[in-house]
T-cell receptor, first 111, second 116 residues
């Protein structure tokens, strides 16, 4: 059974720091991996989608990497800002549709 | 264009009552998903629609839960005889298709259900 773990569960950093969020999964047979952010009381916003054949994706200050063989993905946030404060979720797709989510990392960036 | 919308945004009900939650996916998206996010828990998959049919209902927690989709668009999740453990945020997502690995899912804002 696929299990997705995110470490740390919570993180508080001063503004301007570069930071790394970790996601690990137990079954390497995935189609893709998607990173989301969730703001309090809101739905999920897609950040980056990495297909299983890809190693990384970049969007602005965000970079996500994927190492399928070791069951790991990292989300790198450069020059963090208070507006980055949110819960970050990773999700893996073992097939063409269903997503299995991690429990998230709650990030707070202090001004 | 418009994103995924859900209604109501909040629903408070009494134990034992039935509730209906609605999801309007992004226009043209053939795949639709329901997830549940309970307090302190991760998101759990409930059901997947491809068009109007539901090839995977494996995540529905009990037979009190049902969902339908009509016209390949709007979906309704119905919970009968609600229990306190049904209290959660119910999230709907859609994607262009559910039959390709290029399956970027777009989420609605969710419906927060509270069962008293």
């Amino acid at each position: 059974k696929q299990e997705v773990t995110q470490i740390p569960a919570a993180l508080s950093v001063p503004e301007g720091e570069n930071l790394v969020l970790n996601c690990s999964f137990t079954d390497s047979a995935i189609y893709n991996l998607q990173w989301f952010r969730q703001d309090p009381g809101k739905g999920l916003t897609s950040l980056l989608l990495i297909q299983s054949s890809q190693r990384e994706q970049t969007s602005g200050r965000l970079n996500a990497s994927l190492d399928k063989s070791s069951g790991r993905s990292t989300l790198y946030i450069a020059a963090s800002q208070p507006g980055d404060s949110a819960t970050y979720l990773c999700a893996v797709s073992p097939g063409t549709y269903k997503y299995i989510f991690g429990t998230g990392t709650r990030l707070k960036v202090l001004a | 264009g418009a994103g995924v919308s859900q209604s109501p945004s909040n629903k408070v009900t009494e134990k034992g009552k039935d509730v209906e939650l609605r999801c309007d996916p992004i226009s043209g998206h053939t795949a639709l998903y329901w997830y549940r996010q309970s307090l302190g828990q991760g998101l759990e998959f409930l059901i997947y629609f491809q068009g109007n049919s539901a090839p995977d209902k494996s995540g529905l927690p009990s037979d009190r839960f049902s969902a339908e989709r009509t016209g390949g668009s709007v979906s309704t999740l119905t919970i009968q005889r609600t229990q306190q453990e049904d209290s959660a945020v119910y999230l709907c997502a859609s994607s262009l298709t559910g039959t390709s690995f290029l399956n970027e899912q777009f989420f609605g804002p969710g419906t927060r259900l509270t069962v008293l």
